[in-house]
């Protein structure tokens, strides 16, 4: 069976703050992919990133890093500046070889000017 | 393109009642899915599709039945509503099994029965 945590429910910063975003997975597959979605208050959901588990490099997009340790099972995700539009729910999911995506329960993140 | 086009956006259904969500995508897509997202849950798969003619169930299928007689097509159907259906549902496909890939979503269908 495939698992994400995010134990964080909701996280409220000020803008222009750093803020990171944790993800745990459990799997008991070798070759698995890890994903972000981004749901913004309109309700879609956006995806941000996808990662392979033999790839343990850190990615970084614009204010976006992400860091994937598989030492801990983790994959991490850091906004860097934050700013209001990145007021949303944020999950983090796991494909490890079935045919379907298992998601967290979602980081809600509140943004303050 | 038009993606992942689900429909109606919203519907107010009487417990009791049926209806049918509509998905359709114009990618070329083998795999679809149906999920249900409920306030601090996440999203949970109710039923998905490796290709036209093939259904399997998710996580949370009761209260549902899908059917995918088309590559592009793959509706939900909702069969004596009831209140613990009110959700907001996702339809998503994907070339293979998203491993590779990820999922394409739709927008969303937010349902509510009273």
């Known amino acids: 069976a495939q698992k994400v945590t995010q134990a964080q429910t909701e996280i409220s910063v000020v803008e222009k703050e750093d803020v990171t975003l944790d993800c745990v997975y459990e799997?008991?597959?070798?070759?698995?992919?890890l994903f972000w979605y981004k749901q913004p208050p309109s309700g879609e959901l956006v995806f941000l990133i996808r990662?392979?588990?033999?790839?343990?490099q850190n990615e970084i997009s614009g204010r976006y890093s992400w860091n994937f340790q598989k030492s801990t099972s983790s994959f991490n995700f850091t906004i860097t500046a934050s700013q209001v539009v990145d007021s949303a729910v944020y999950f983090c999911?796991?494909?490890?070889?079935?045919?379907?995506?298992?998601f967290g329960k979602g980081t809600m993140l509140l943004v303050s000017p | 393109n038009a993606g992942v086009t689900q429909t109606p956006k919203f519907r107010i259904l009487k417990i009791g009642q049926s209806m049918t969500l509509q998905c359709t995508q114009d990618?070329?897509?083998?795999?679809m899915y149906w999920y249900r997202q409920d306030p601090g849950m996440g999203l949970k798969l109710i039923y998905y599709?490796?290709?036209?003619?093939?259904?399997d169930k998710g996580e949370v299928p009761n209260g549902y039945n899908v059917s995918r007689s088309t590559t592009e097509d793959f509706p939900l159907r909702l069969e004596l509503a009831a209140p613990s259906q009110t959700s907001v549902y996702f339809c998503?496909?994907?070339?293979?099994?998203?491993?590779?890939?990820?999922?394409?979503f739709g927008s969303g269908t937010r349902l509510t029965v009273v």
């Open positions: 998503a496909s994907s070339r293979q099994g998203g491993v590779n890939y990820g999922y394409t």
């Open positions: 799997t008991r597959d070798t070759t698995y992919y």
């Open positions: 990662r392979n588990s033999f790839d343990e």
């Open positions: 999911a796991l494909n490890s070889g079935y045919s379907t995506l298992t």
């Open positions: 990618m070329n897509h083998n795999y």
């Open positions: 599709s490796v290709g036209a003619g093939i259904t």
